[in-house]
């Protein structure tokens, strides 16, 4: 595996996140929610020392359970959807508990629906 690529989630990683529909074990789970889809595996290996040595295992049973796909693949198309923008505010909250003491985490985004639809026009 390169560690300079970047991992998305597809529909099914969300799901797990949301529901914990497939019942992954609490490592992958947490490993999984690391995985953000924008920063690479090892930007997030050196900020994340506790994910431990099995890292190379569990990132090929999420990938290739359909968990999780490569940046830019045929996947990433169906990783989100309109429904997963309630998993946003978890997110934030990771990237908050995540940042290095002292850093300001901007405010989250707020969806706009309606400048969604005139943008999607």
């Known amino acids: ?15 797990e ?19 953000d889809g924008h920063r ?15 890292v190379e295992a569990q990132l090929d049973t999420l990938l290739a359970g359909g968990f999780l ?4 693949s045929a996947f990433e198309m169906g990783a989100y959807s309109i429904d997963d923008w309630d998993l946003l505010e978890y997110e934030h909250q990771a990237l908050q508990e ?6 300001d985490i901007p405010p989250e985004p707020h969806f706009n629906l309606e400048k969604a639809k005139g943008f999607a026009r």
């Open 1 to 15: 595996m390169d560690h300079h690529q970047i991992l998305i989630r597809t529909a099914k990683g969300q799901d």
């Open 69 to 72: 796909a490569p940046h830019e």
């Open 40 to 54: 690479t595996v090892e930007e997030i290996l050196s900020r994340h020392p506790e994910i431990g040595q099995e």
């Open 17 to 35: 996140i949301r529901s914990r529909t497939f019942g992954l074990s609490q490592e992958l789970r947490h490993l999984l929610i690391l995985l």
């Open 98 to 103: 995540a940042a290095p003491a002292g850093v």
